[in-house]
């Protein structure tokens, strides 16, 4: 066997045995379905079981045309404070880099940046419990009693998934 032909061979291996062990495993058919309906859609890479949870969540709750132009109205109004916050902080970010790959150290330059970058997430947070404090106000008891329910829900699914990971991890 020549070396192209071996080189080839272990190459190929690595792929293959790297494509295996990334793949999903599933407890049963209907999480499997559930995940080929997702990869189908593009909705892997959506926040929808992450950070956008409550908007996600607004989906489900029947609102009205009204409601609806309202959230819009809402949105809209925040949406250049947010973009703003998410820009400096950005600019922020990078200079940090900078400042952590010099060649000499500033301590207090960084402490300073820091300070400033933790100023402007806990504006980010204010701003956005604002937000969800609005909207909030726009929905119906009913409503707000059916988005509980699915954050309770949510909560519930997520902790299973916990123990899962961790009866996974205590096995290995």
């Not at 699915?150 to 290995?172: D, G």
């Amino acid at each position: 066997m020549n070396k192209k032909t071996l080189i080839s061979g272990v190459l190929l291996v690595g792929l293959l045995s790297g494509a295996v062990m990334a793949h999903p495993k599933f407890e049963s058919a209907a999480e499997k379905a559930e995940f080929k309906e997702k990869m189908r859609h593009g909705k892997h890479h959506r926040m929808e079981d992450g950070k956008d949870l409550f908007r996600a969540a607004l989906r489900h709750l029947d609102l009205t045309d009204e409601q609806k132009e309202q959230l819009k109205a809402v949105k809209n109004a925040k949406k250049g404070t947010f973009k703003v916050k998410r820009q400096e902080i950005h600019g922020l970010k990078k200079q940090m880099r900078q400042l952590m790959n010099a060649e000499q150290i500033d301590e207090g330059a960084i402490k300073a940046l820091s300070l400033q970058i933790a100023e402007l997430k806990a504006d980010q947070l204010i701003q956005r419990a604002q937000l969800k404090q609005e909207v909030m106000k726009l929905l119906t008891d009913e409503q707000k009693s059916k988005l509980e329910a699915i954050k309770e829900k949510r909560i519930a699914k997520m902790k299973t998934r916990h123990e899962k990971m961790k009866q996974r991890f205590e096995m290995e």
